[in-house]
């Protein structure tokens, strides 16, 4: 099956920097990479997303950039806010396969966005 | 987004009891939900796929008779965690996903349960 590997765990940069959080993905077949933000307590919120067709995507601060040959795919996020903060996770999903909308997660990265 | 009303969001219950969880998506019809465990600190877990109308289909190592899944509707799935224990005690997420919901999956607020 799919395996999803996620780097770093924790990640801390000062108000204004830039982060950058990297997945890899085992499965060539996979060709949906969401993102999400999970707040402590909260259930995880879909930040963005690129499907295997583009390779880049951007939204304001936050982009995702995909390299289907070598299989990682990657979130940028530049002017960091300290309401940032908070726990990514990546994703692979093989759209359109039997097992419909079924995610594999990245183990997370804990972002501190210090002021 | 689409928005997927989970609860309660957070249960206390005695060793031994049942609980039921709650998860409905508010505005499309969900043809498959999904049911994660998440421990503190980790990665989500996924525990189950329902889709409305069959049986739900368990990941390995879960156990089906522990954790009874119900998916009666395109709009409401529930999970009961059948003579729960202190063990059982985790956070418990539910997701929706619809291919005209773009496939993409909603979550939501997550329940935390706790087992004395």
């Known amino acids: 099956g799919e395996n999803v590997e996620q780097h770093p765990s924790t990640l801390s940069v000062q108000e204004g920097d830039s982060a950058v959080i990297k997945c890899t993905y085992s499965?060539?077949?996979?060709?949906?990479f969401p993102w999400y933000k999970q707040e402590l307590g909260k259930g995880p919120q879909l930040i963005i997303d690129?499907?295997?067709?583009?390779g880049e995507k951007k939204d304001q601060r936050i982009a995702v950039t995909l390299n289907k040959t070598a299989k990682h795919f990657s979130l940028h996020i530049t002017e960091t806010q300290p309401e940032d903060s908070a726990v990514y996770f990546c994703?692979?999903?093989?759209?359109?396969?039997?097992?419909?909308?079924?995610?594999?997660f990245g183990q997370g990265t804990i972002l501190t966005v210090h002021p | 987004g689409a928005v997927v009303s989970q609860h309660p969001s957070r249960v206390i219950c005695k060793s031994g009891t049942s609980v039921k969880i709650e998860c409905r998506s508010l505005?499309?019809?969900?043809?498959?939900m999904f049911w994660y465990r998440q421990f503190p600190k980790q990665s989500l877990m996924l525990m189950a796929t329902?889709?409305?109308?069959?049986?739900?289909?368990?990941e390995q190592g879960v156990e089906k008779d522990k954790f009874l899944i119900n998916h009666a509707s395109l709009t409401l799935s529930t999970l009961t965690v059948t003579s729960a224990h202190p063990e059982d005690s985790s956070f418990y997420i539910c997701?929706?996903?619809?291919?005209?919901?773009?496939?993409?999956?909603?979550f939501g607020a997550g329940t935390r349960l706790s087992v004395l």
């Open positions: 997701s929706a996903w619809a291919v005209l919901a773009k496939n993409i999956q909603y």
């Open positions: 499965d060539s077949a996979s060709n949906y």
């Open positions: 690129i499907r295997s067709n583009v």
């Open positions: 994703a692979a999903e093989i759209a359109g396969g039997t097992s419909y909308g079924k995610l594999t």
């Open positions: 505005d499309f019809q969900a043809t498959t």
């Open positions: 329902s889709n409305e109308g069959s049986k739900a289909t368990y």
